[in-house]
């Protein structure tokens, strides 16, 4: 079945950065695009970035800040989460897009992202 198992969250202070990866499996993962996205408490989820067919794409709230990039070769996304604010707190969640614009069909578990002082 589809998987996606995420890792890499943790609690860092603000201006530290952190490695996301979502690890997938159960699919041909070179042909899907994927996409990041997060929630923070008692807010719903927000779109943080998306990489397809080789073009990124990023929410302005993170833009120059992360980097969203995969190796097909070990069927992994990776979010490069630099220069951290505490508004960046939340769960991260993978998900892989679907076949029509707008669609994510499934989702990793999530990881907490924690920045604090």
């Known amino acids: 079945e589809v998987q996606l198992g995420q890792s890499g969250g943790g609690l860092v202070q603000p201006g530290g950065s952190l490695r996301l990866s979502c690890a997938a499996s159960?699919?041909?993962?070179?042909?899907?695009?994927m996409t990041w996205f997060r929630q923070a408490p008692g807010k719903g989820p927000e779109w943080v970035s998306m990489?397809?067919?080789?073009?990124?794409y990023y929410a302005d709230s993170v833009k120059g800040r992360f980097t969203i990039s995969r190796d097909n070769a070990e069927n992994t996304l990776y979010l490069q989460l630099n220069n951290l604010k505490p508004d960046d707190t939340g769960v991260y969640y993978c998900a892989r897009n679907g076949d029509g614009y707008g669609a994510y069909d499934y989702w990793g578990q999530g990881t907490q992202v924690t920045v604090s002082s």
């Open positions: 990489l397809h067919n080789d073009n990124t």
């Open positions: 159960g699919f041909t993962f070179g042909s899907y695009g």
